[in-house]
Nanobody, 126 residues
């Protein structure tokens, strides 16, 4: 059974930073996934992807203007999201997701095919 657990969320002021972690627990090794991602969902809005990373370490970002950095440490079986210069619009529940499908850049993480953590809340106040 795949187990992913996010941590590191919290409340910060505009301009602050947070680092989110997503740890694989039990028998879950993040190095076994060709593709992992961070997504977020704000109240009343659709879920949106923040960034993804392939098994080779290549990354892709979506609309963040260089403020967020996704990385992973396979030895620790942990995925990270460094978030800097946070804005109130970044307030959301943040989820990590993992997928076993290849071709990391050519699909959408979804409830049917992907594995999900339970999320960690990030709140940015002005």
């Amino acid at each position: 059974q795949v187990q992913l657990m996010e941590s590191g969320g919290g409340s910060v002021q505009t301009g602050g930073s947070l680092r989110l972690s997503c740890a694989g627990s039990g028998n879950t090794e993040i190095s076994s996934f060709p593709c992992m991602a961070w997504l977020r969902q704000a109240p009343g809005k659709e879920r949106e992807e923040v960034a993804r990373i392939s098994d080779s370490g290549s990354t892709r970002y979506y609309g963040l203007k260089g403020r967020f950095t996704i990385s992973k440490d396979s030895a620790k079986s942990t995925l990270y999201l460094q978030m800097d210069k946070l804005q109130p619009d970044d307030t959301a529940m943040y989820y990590c997701a993992a997928d076993v499908r290849r071709d990391c850049w050519w699909y959408t993480f979804d409830d049917h095919n992907s594995y999900w953590g339970r999320g960690t809340q990030v709140t940015v106040s002005s």
